[in-house]
């Protein structure tokens, strides 16, 4: 596997034990895996992930003779020698992947094996998250909802990385998730009657589209303020802890998230309270017109794992194998060892940020077209799938007819399901109305009587 992370980086820089960690046996098989025994894989594929433990000592001479200072934070060599720290590494860290372009194995890759039932699901379950992006997207073009915002291009993401985890896992979603609500059972009336906000919407019309929570299914309701959600699923990993579930909890965030204190607080906290968290950053070049070269001057975000003694990994996010396997050692990790993991994975937003963008404003036209058809992930993987016998055109043409019935159908049925009640506009906070919300109200249904041309009709008083 041609794959270099961090660690052998550390290793030539920092004169420390020579022990990093150790991996529970427990991890270095898998008996139970639906194809074949794994034969150490997660003992392969788990060294890439950096990890660094520092004990603190009295200061003495080491066997070379250098000396060392009992630092609270822990033993630090001393040097004669005044040496700063060059701004970055001369060699970017590399990326793990397991399928080219074509959807070719690479030579020599470790990843976890999975069943044909397994690849065919995952594989179906992107298609759906592509078709549903398409259909969506035009009812907003055709003023059907208001607003919407697809995961083109960042299909593998979603499903491979929701394939890894259990539905015990707590997940906090930036906005461009939903192919996790997708695998672990929300329907697509369900995500139909969230765009349009009728009364069978769980959050009763308050949010806008695309913002989905399910209390059922550990997923936690979309918020729109960047990378509020990333300290909130550190708290609920720390809470995990407490209880001894088994189970962690997983957050996503672009790229752009990185670059609000809320990251950096949430990673510093679970670095130092040793919290089960798993922290998916989708790197997709672009926080909506501004690209990563304007961020961050750092080798992306993977180091920044490393900064604060973070167990990292960087991989391909368009290769569906390395998501699933990297996210699974990655839990395994989280939970066994009660520790946090951050991810990288290197993608491209294939499409317009949102309905409310036009990113040929600012990025070329043959640059999205060129991940959008040569680094299609759901492509990639369907050539895999191909290869091995498990998928054809009929089975291919099949799927997609059929979701665009029942995507037509689910819409066709969410709009004709009434709003719901105004009053619901204030509800749900308090488990009573204070004075001022309902003096809010009373001002409100004022307005509406007052101007009713003003106000959407179809919204019950």
Known sequence: MATHFTKTRILSRVKANKSLWSLPSTLLSNPS????????????????????RYESVEACNVEDGDQVLDFPGGRVALSPEMRFLPKSAEERISCYRVL?????????????????????????????????????????????????LTSIGEEAINIASAAALTGDDI?????????????????????????????????????????????????????????TQIPHAVGAAYSLKMDKRNACAVTFFGDGGTSEGD????????????????????NNGWAISTPTSEQFKSDGVVVRGQAYGIRSIRIDGNDALAVYSAVHAARNMAVSECRPILIEALTY??????????????????????WRTS?????????????????????????????????????????????????????????????????????????IEKHPSDFPADVPL
């Open 171 to 227: 997940v906090f979603p930036q906005y461009r998730e939903p192919g996790i609500l997708l695998w672990r059972g929300f329907t697509l009336q369900e995500f139909a009657n969230q765009c349009f906000g009728n009364k069978a919407d769980y959050g009763k019309g308050r949010q806008m589209p695309i913002h989905y929570g399910s209390n059922k299914l550990n997923y936690f309701t979309v918020s729109s303020p960047i990378a």
């Open 375 to 447: 680094r299609d992930p759901t492509a990639r993987f369907r050539k895999w799938i191909q290869r091995n016998d498990w998928w054809c055109d009929v089975d291919e043409s099949a799927l997609r007819t059929n979701l665009r019935k029942e995507l037509l159908h689910a819409i066709q049925v969410a709009e004709k399901v009434e709003k719901p009640l105004l009053k619901e506009l204030f509800t749900d906070v308090y488990d009573e109305l204070p004075s001022n919300l309902s003096e809010q109200e009373r001002e409100l249904r004022r307005l």
């Open 263 to 282: 990251f950096h607080a949430a990673m510093n906290f679970a670095a130092v309270m040793d919290v089960p968290v798993i922290f998916i950053c989708r």
């Open 100 to 148: 080219d372009d074509s959807g070719q194995l690479i030579d020599g890759s470790t990843f976890k094996d999975i069943s044909k039932e397994l690849a065919i699901k995952m594989y179906s379950q992107m298609v759906t998250l592509q078709v549903m992006d398409t259909i969506f997207y035009e009812a907003q073009r055709q003023g059907r909802i208001s607003f919407y």
């Open 349 to 370: 937003r294939a499409g317009h940020h949102s309905t409310s963008d036009d990113s040929t404003k600012y990025r070329p036209a043959d640059e999205i077209e060129h």
């Open 33 to 52: 895996s639906p194809t074949k025994p794994q034969n150490g894989i997660l003992g392969r594929l788990v060294p890439f992930f950096l990890a660094r």
